[in-house]
């Protein structure tokens, strides 16, 4: 094969093969009498575990580490772990396009969609206009459909028809026009934070690619003093985490229950 139909074959393009040449990545191939390089089997190989492992979040110099370590291995055993890589990732995506398709063809608010835990939090939740538990349950909807967080919802189920959450929201709306520095901050950060269980805490993923950037994103739905609110509350239960010897990321995705 030539640089061309290998990069082809494995869905990159021969910039990206010429790259993982220049540092070293992947070995130069035997060329032919003419200057063409002549890629085998187990170049294309190679090449697609270092796609497979860059796409699930791993730096060059991780794959490059990676690769040592299959140096030496069977083919047979090199392709069948690819074959299950790509197997596990045609079931991710068949699954989050059940869930878009459920998005698309459900009712405004998605609520068909959602998982079965998540559900049932919802459903425990009592009806309100409040925007910001409108936002909430947008946020919590979000959070089912990159990564779940069962044991979240677990835990945040004692709150689903606790008044004190409904009081919340209510003082969080009130400071929908308010400055970055209103006075009723503060005093509202203290009373979400604490009103969230311990078991909330030990639910909280330590880390993850699918939720980077999450809690950023979170906080730029909101207006200025309510982001002061939310990030107090993330610094909040972050600390207290590790305080407790969690690992908690503090992303913000704790913060209520969504009532409707």
Same mark, same amino acid.
């Given at each position: 094969?030539?640089?061309?139909?290998?990069?082809?074959?494995?869905?990159?393009?021969?910039?990206?093969?010429?790259?993982?040449?220049?540092?070293?990545?992947?070995?130069?191939?035997?060329?032919?009498?003419?200057?063409?390089?002549?890629?085998?089997?187990?170049?294309?190989?190679?090449?697609? /575990?270092?796609?497979?492992?860059?796409?699930?979040?791993?730096?060059?110099?991780?794959?490059?580490?990676?690769?040592?370590?299959?140096?030496?291995?069977?083919?047979? !055993?090199?392709? /069948?772990?690819? !074959?299950?890589?790509?197997?596990?990732?045609?079931?991710?995506?068949?699954?989050?396009?059940?869930?878009?398709?459920?998005?698309?063809?459900?009712?405004?608010?998605?609520?068909?969609?959602?998982?079965?835990?998540?559900?049932?939090?919802?459903?425990?939740?009592?009806?309100?206009?409040?925007?910001?538990?409108?936002? !909430?349950?947008?946020?919590?909807?979000?959070?089912?459909?990159?990564?779940?967080?069962?044991?979240?919802?677990?835990?945040? /189920?004692?709150?689903?028809?606790?008044?004190?959450?409904?009081?919340?929201?209510?003082?969080?709306?009130?400071?929908?026009?308010?400055?970055?520095?209103?006075?009723?901050?503060?005093?509202?950060? !203290?009373?979400?934070?604490?009103?969230?269980?311990?078991?909330?805490?030990?639910?909280?993923?330590?880390?993850?690619?699918?939720?980077?950037?999450?809690?950023?994103?979170?906080?730029?739905?909101?207006?200025?003093?309510?982001?002061?609110?939310?990030?107090?509350?993330?610094?909040?239960?972050?600390? /207290?985490?590790?305080?407790?010897?969690?690992?908690?990321?503090?992303?913000?995705?704790?913060?209520?229950?969504?009532?409707?």
């Amino acid at each position: 094969m030539r640089i061309g139909e290998i990069a082809a074959l494995v869905g990159v393009t021969p910039r990206t093969v010429r790259h993982y040449h220049h540092i070293g990545l992947l070995a130069e191939p035997a060329r032919r009498a003419n200057g063409y390089r002549a890629y085998g089997v187990r170049d294309a190989v190679l090449l697609a /575990r270092i796609r497979r492992l860059t796409e699930l979040g791993l730096g060059l110099d991780e794959v490059r580490e990676v690769l040592a370590g299959d140096a030496g291995r069977d083919l047979g !055993d090199v392709l /069948r772990e690819l !074959d299950a890589d790509l197997a596990r990732q045609e079931r991710e995506i068949r699954e989050r396009r059940k869930r878009l398709a459920g998005l698309m063809d459900g009712p405004p608010d998605g609520t068909e969609s959602v998982s079965p835990a998540l559900a049932e939090l919802l459903a425990a939740a009592p009806v309100t206009g409040s925007p910001a538990a409108a936002k !909430d349950r947008e946020h919590l909807m979000l959070l089912d459909t990159i990564s779940g967080g069962s044991e979240i919802y677990a835990a945040l /189920r004692p709150l689903a028809g606790d008044p004190a959450v409904l009081a919340l929201y209510g003082q969080l709306d009130a400071l929908a026009a308010a400055p970055p520095d209103d006075p009723r901050i503060g005093p509202l950060a !203290d009373r979400m934070a604490a009103l969230a269980p311990d078991e909330v805490l030990d639910a909280i993923p330590a880390d993850g690619p699918a939720m980077t950037g999450f809690g950023e994103a979170l906080l730029a739905d909101y207006t200025p003093a309510q982001a002061e609110v939310v990030r107090r509350v993330m610094v909040a239960l972050t600390l /207290r985490s590790r305080g407790r010897g969690g690992s908690g990321d503090g992303d913000g995705k704790t913060k209520g229950t969504g009532a409707r």
